[in-house]
């Protein structure tokens, strides 16, 4: 698939790829840091969520919305050696920074990035070993950033698609907060009026790798119909887990980056419960 590398390909490959580790803790902001320092593929840089590839929460934007300034993101990659040509692999424990990384990757013009299928524990059980010693930084890279609008969707692209059935909404949650059976995270329970529920798991098997295209499109049946897709999740973090899955099988998609967790905060939003 053209968005992964398997952990054969990095090992053979590593010397001339950047390597970056986005393992994180939704829950414990300091654990990814931790986990990095005791061990990571040798030569990787750690890119942490809440301070790299967020800003600080304000009333609007979700739990985990884009840094105010998309350059203090590129200088971070730059400061890895990152630019505009370069092939990127970045893994984490369970696809879903990772994915989020990937996505702001593309939404910055950075083509050539691509997930370690499966995370970290797909390197591990090749034999493959893993080192705590630090990653020198190396000579600063250079990135033409140009940002993609098609990447991205937000709060008025999200009221305009409630009403028009040629755009389709994908929550990525899963069914039980989809429907509002449950929610133990935001403060409102429930789904966006005519979103389709389509948890992102279901494009991943057990050991965290991505299914088989043809297993994806089953998934996505009928997706394909619609002029427009825009993914979201709780806070613009796993959804990119489905965006690319979509895009394996020739689906463009957007990312509402502010996700459940911005939609919520505006009094005039309706919401839904159930299944459907």
Same mark, same amino acid.
């Given at each position: 698939?053209?968005?992964?590398?398997?952990?054969?390909?990095?090992?053979?490959?590593?010397?001339?790829?950047?390597?970056?580790?986005?393992?994180?803790?939704?829950?414990?902001?300091?654990?990814?840091?931790?986990?990095?320092?005791?061990?990571?593929?040798?030569?990787?840089?750690?890119?942490?969520?809440?301070?790299?590839?967020?800003?600080?929460?304000?009333?609007?934007?979700?739990?985990?919305?884009?840094?105010?300034?998309?350059?203090?993101?590129?200088?971070?990659?730059?400061?890895?050696?990152?630019?505009?040509?370069?092939?990127?692999?970045?893994?984490?424990?369970?696809?879903?920074?990772?994915?989020?990384?990937?996505?702001?990757?593309?939404?910055?013009?950075?083509?050539?990035?691509?997930?370690?299928?499966?995370?970290?524990?797909?390197?591990?059980?090749?034999?493959?070993?893993?080192?705590?010693?630090?990653?020198?930084?190396?000579?600063?890279?250079?990135?033409?950033?140009?940002?993609?609008?098609?990447?991205?969707?937000?709060?008025?692209?999200?009221?305009?698609?409630?009403?028009?059935?040629?755009?389709?909404?994908?929550?990525?949650?899963?069914?039980?907060?989809?429907?509002?059976? $449950?929610?133990? %995270? &935001?403060? !409102?329970?429930?789904?966006?009026?005519?979103?389709?529920?389509?948890? *992102? #798991?279901?494009?991943?098997?057990?050991?965290?790798?991505?299914?088989?295209?043809?297993?994806?499109?089953?998934?996505?049946?009928?997706?394909?119909?619609?002029?427009?897709?825009?993914?979201?999740?709780?806070?613009?973090?796993?959804?990119?887990?489905?965006?690319?899955?979509?895009? $394996?099988?020739? %689906? &463009?998609? !957007?990312?509402?980056?502010?996700?459940?967790?911005?939609?919520?905060? *505006? #009094?005039?939003?309706?919401?839904?419960?159930?299944?459907?």
């Amino acid at each position: 698939m053209k968005n992964l590398a398997d952990a054969k390909y990095l090992h053979e490959n590593m010397d001339r790829v950047v390597i970056i580790d986005a393992t994180n803790n939704f829950m414990i902001a300091s654990e990814g840091r931790e986990k990095y320092d005791k061990r990571h593929i040798r030569g990787a840089f750690h890119i942490d969520l809440k301070m790299d590839m967020c800003r600080p929460v304000t009333k609007h934007g979700g739990r985990d919305p884009l840094p105010e300034d998309m350059n203090s993101f590129r200088e971070k990659l730059e400061q890895f050696g990152i630019s505009t040509d370069s092939e990127v692999i970045v893994y984490d424990e369970d696809m879903v920074p990772a994915s989020r990384f990937w996505w702001m990757c593309r939404y910055i013009g950075l083509k050539n990035v691509k997930l370690l299928d499966g995370g970290i524990n797909s390197w591990t059980e090749n034999g493959y070993e893993l080192t705590d010693e630090p990653s020198q930084l190396p000579q600063r890279g250079s990135i033409d950033m140009k940002l993609d609008p098609e990447c991205i969707a937000d709060i008025d692209d999200i009221r305009k698609a409630i009403w028009d059935d040629s755009v389709l909404i994908i929550d990525s949650r899963s069914s039980a907060r989809y429907s509002g059976r $449950e929610e133990l %995270i &935001d403060v !409102k329970a429930g789904h966006i009026p005519g979103a389709k529920n389509s948890f *992102y #798991e279901k494009v991943l098997r057990s050991d965290g790798k991505y299914r088989s295209l043809d297993e994806i499109r089953m998934v996505f049946e009928g997706f394909d119909k619609y002029r427009e897709v825009i993914v979201h999740c709780g806070s613009g973090v796993s959804g990119p887990v489905n965006i690319i899955a979509l895009d $394996e099988i020739g %689906i &463009d998609s !957007k990312l509402y980056v502010g996700s459940w967790s911005d939609y919520i905060t *505006y #009094e005039d939003s309706v919401i839904a419960t159930g299944d459907i």
